[in-house]
């Protein structure tokens, strides 16, 4: 099987599963019992919090560990949601985040508690830092913008949103869960006040992420019970999943000098082979460069429907997707690329390939063959 999804998880790496077990096995206390055994989980905990607030260019106190990336994404908007309750009740945020921010901001808007302006974006999927600072309004109790997107990989301009929003005074959240492990990350350089990331999406574990919220920006708890977390994420902490979390990241920072131009490289000659040798088809979101994500390869051929397209290749051993995981299956063209403004026939053939480490020139050379193939074949 030739594995082209991993914008929608990645295996987690043997270096990372061998540094968690000890944390599921021999020392698997309760960070906060108070004896020997409970102390050795906390200090895996608390290195585990250094290590992954050094990586990012936070500190310590301001990593919460969640159980999810959607969890993060949940706890930082409606915990600033809460925080300023009866003062400030508007969101800004964009059509094409992923569904734990949109379906989160529905859900605030949908029993009455908030307004939500949802920016648009333009042909290649980016948000304007002028559309943000235009929607901006007295009563904004937080701007979420993604960093990068999950189906199309076009990386916003979010160190020039974060400084609209330092500007007028409103907190910036940004769902940075694509973003982490492949592009470079520091919660300085990009002007953030909260951020996101999972594990899953790096080589981690799934079922671990990680909330910053840079010092004095307030929210509340959507939880309630223990004091763990500061009192921000009640609930036993996963040490091995904050382990293997941090291993994850700093293995992954370690490494992007060499793995960005590499998977790079591969997915450009993707992109270029399948435009080159299938007639009509196109690539979605904006054109290869720095603004894409290194690994994300988007492309639509119009007279080939996506869900025939993803299972075709299945049966040929490509694993690919026709949009996000949590929307695939569903009839609908994805949330994303219609945000994008394209043609119909060009929403309902959109072909999702992200590459990955183990991604080889052979495996890319395959999956071009077999799409060729595919697409004419769908297309008679
Ligand atoms: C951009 C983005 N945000 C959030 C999530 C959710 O993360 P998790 O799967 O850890 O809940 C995903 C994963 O699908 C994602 O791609």
Request: hydrophobic fraction near 40%; include cysteine.
């Amino acid at each position: 099987m030739i594995y082209l999804d991993h914008a929608a998880t990645t295996p987690c790496r043997p270096e990372v599963a061998e540094a968690m077990l000890p944390y599921l096995t021999e020392h698997f206390g309760n960070p906060s019992s108070v004896h020997a055994i409970g102390q050795e989980a906390r200090r895996a905990l608390d290195a585990s919090r250094d290590r992954v607030a050094a990586l990012i260019g936070a500190k310590a106190e301001e990593i919460v560990f969640t159980g999810s990336g959607t969890e993060a994404d949940n706890l930082a908007i409606i915990g600033t949601f809460l925080q300023q309750r009866g003062r400030k009740n508007h969101l800004v945020t964009a059509a094409t985040e992923h569904h734990a921010v949109l379906h989160t901001g529905e859900w605030l808007h949908g029993w009455g508690a908030a307004e939500v302006t949802v920016l648009p974006v333009d042909a290649a999927g980016r948000v304007d830092p002028e559309d943000v600072r235009r929607a901006i309004r007295p009563e904004t109790f937080l701007v979420s913008i993604m960093a990068a997107n999950n189906e199309i990989g076009s990386v916003n301009p979010v160190r020039e949103i974060g400084a609209v929003c330092r500007e007028a005074g409103v907190p910036f959240h940004t769902d940075a869960v694509q973003w982490a492990g492949a592009l470079p990350l520091n919660v300085d350089d990009l002007n953030v006040d909260l951020l996101v990331l999972t594990a899953h999406k790096c080589y981690g574990p799934k079922g671990i992420g990680v909330l910053y919220a840079r010092r004095g920006t307030r929210f509340q708890p959507v939880t309630h019970g223990g004091g763990q977390e500061r009192g921000r994420r009640p609930g036993t902490e996963s040490v091995a999943g904050a382990v293997a979390l941090a291993k994850a990241l700093e293995l992954a920072v370690a490494e992007q000098p060499q793995a960005r131009p590499r998977i790079t490289a591969l997915r450009d000659r993707l992109v270029r082979s399948v435009l080159e040798r299938i007639p009509s088809s196109f690539l979605n979101g904006v054109e290869l460069g720095p603004d894409r994500l290194p690994n994300n390869a988007n492309l639509s051929f119009p007279g080939a429907e996506s869900d025939m397209l993803v299972l075709n290749m299945d049966l040929e051993g490509i694993a690919c997707s026709s949009g996000s995981a949590c929307t695939a299956g569903a009839i609908e063209p994805s949330h994303v690329v219609q945000a994008l403004g394209l043609p119909h026939e060009r929403l309902i053939s959109a072909l999702r390939l992200s590459l990955g480490r183990a991604t080889t020139e052979a495996d890319v050379d395959i999956a071009v063959d077999a799409l060729e193939r595919i697409v004419t074949r769908l297309r008679r």
